[in-house]
């Protein structure tokens, strides 16, 4: 007898994913890029065929975006995307027709591949595990090496679990409901691409000098690129805005993965943010002392208890009668409002840190860089995805105007610093 085939799984959108398609702009997305650089230039033969054997076993990622009377949800794509060239314009606006498709797609130029994914279907962590499962596959269909099921690589054999499929934002949601932060902040405006172009500029620094740097000052390395951020971000905010009294805090973003704190291993998005900043109406700051500051504040922040709190606000609406029997157009204008009002408002920019990458040791020899960019805001130019692997830190920022202010400002402060900064870009000439 044949096999019966399997009948395609559907998920509704977990808590963190609601939002992201009601926020959808008409030139604007919220997606993301992980990529592998390879020693050798990419077989896109090879890597159709490894897609091919990845995808069943994660049937929450490969998935399209559909829409029901009352709420958006995911199904299982019943076919893999074919896998296209990329371009030198990463994260090229996912249209509502391509993500009905499938809302993720597998890309690859030269030596180089990339997975982009709409931000509903997961997070930085999700994403990563699905990238090194596909870049196992294709390592051993191209150099013919037996890859083991290590450092988050998932064995293509078996099923996947209930708890990889689970929204673990209801499950772990608490009694209390922090209100939400409503204060305005520091926006940088710049001249914005005609053509919508989006710049990468790319900062390769040593990661063991980062780690020793920013173990001198008694912080992470996420607290300590943060601080170099808002660093930069003061001294452009006081060239835009001379008066102190009329300037406003920055803020930047920092996802924190929940999956540290909750436990689980959920593939959707388990992820909440903590906004960390610098009031300049209080006067100047140096380095040193931003980098406590970030410090201390990400120590108050990132507790079980602080984000649980944060994130019980969103299951306590998705939860509320009254916005559950809401028809899906309402519930759209709704999120859409609560997403401008308290989703980009709150915070300057993002700084999202994936960390040290670490791959199966048979990969190793094959991957030269792995890469994280995320695309900016709908309101501001800029964010910083950052990575580092075989000890090497990729800070990739991302803008959507002409001039690379923030760039210049953050590099020139790295080699301040006592960093050797190697640069890349995919500027136009």
């Not at 019966?4 to 604007?28: S, T, V, Y």
């Not at 906004?275 to 922040?301: C, S």
């Amino acid at each position: 007898m044949p096999e019966k085939k399997r009948r395609p799984l559907w998920l509704r959108l977990d808590n963190a994913a609601l939002i992201f398609p009601a926020a959808q702009r008409r030139h604007w997305s919220n997606a993301f890029r992980i990529s592998f650089t390879f020693k050798d230039p990419v077989d896109p033969f090879l890597l159709s065929e490894a897609l091919a054997h990845t995808a069943p076993r994660f049937p929450s990622v490969m998935v399209r975006l559909r829409r029901s009377t009352f709420w958006y949800f995911l199904e299982e794509v019943p076919e893999p995307p074919a896998v296209r060239e990329d371009s030198s314009r990463p994260l090229v606006h996912m249209r509502r027709r391509d993500v009905r498709r499938c809302a993720v797609r597998v890309l690859y130029y030269r030596d180089r591949m990339a997975v982009e994914y709409f931000h509903s279907v997961t997070d930085g962590t999700g994403a990563l595990i699905f990238a090194k499962t596909l870049a196992a596959e294709y390592v051993r269909l191209a150099y013919h090496v037996d890859v083991s099921c290590t450092e988050g690589v998932k064995d293509l054999s078996e099923r996947p679990k209930h708890e990889e499929l689970e929204d673990s934002f209801k499950k772990h949601a608490g009694p209390v409901a922090a209100p939400r932060d409503s204060l305005s902040v520091y926006r940088y405006k710049g001249v914005p691409e005609k053509d919508r172009f989006l710049h990468v500029t790319l900062g390769m620094i040593d990661s063991g000098l980062l780690h020793e740097k920013s173990r001198a000052l008694g912080a992470t390395v996420t607290a300590y690129l943060t601080a170099l951020l808002l660093d930069a971000l003061l001294e452009l905010q006081a060239e835009q805005v001379p008066l102190r009294a009329r300037r406003k805090n920055v803020k930047v973003q920092i996802p924190v993965n929940l999956r540290k704190l909750f436990g689980g291993c959920t593939m959707r998005n388990f992820v909440a943010v903590a906004n960390i900043g610098a009031d300049p109406r209080l006067g100047d700051y140096t380095f040193p002392e931003l980098v406590q500051i970030v410090h201390h504040e990400m120590q108050l922040a990132i507790t079980e208890k602080n984000m649980r709190a944060i994130f019980t606000p969103n299951v306590k609406d998705e939860r509320n009668l009254i916005l559950k029997a809401a028809p899906l157009f309402l519930k759209n204008i709704i999120m859409r409002a609560v997403f401008d009002t308290v989703g980009e408002r709150v915070s300057t920019m993002t700084l999202s840190n994936l960390g040290n990458v670490a791959l199966p040791k048979e990969m190793e020899p094959f991957v030269e860089r792995v890469e994280f960019i995320i695309g900016p805001q709908s309101s501001g130019p800029y964010n910083m995805g950052v990575t580092s692997f075989h000890g090497t830190t990729f800070l990739n920022l991302v803008r959507n105007t002409t001039e690379p202010e923030l760039e210049e400002k953050l590099f020139t402060r790295l080699v301040r610093l006592g960093f050797h900064v190697r640069v890349e870009s995919n500027d136009r000439g």
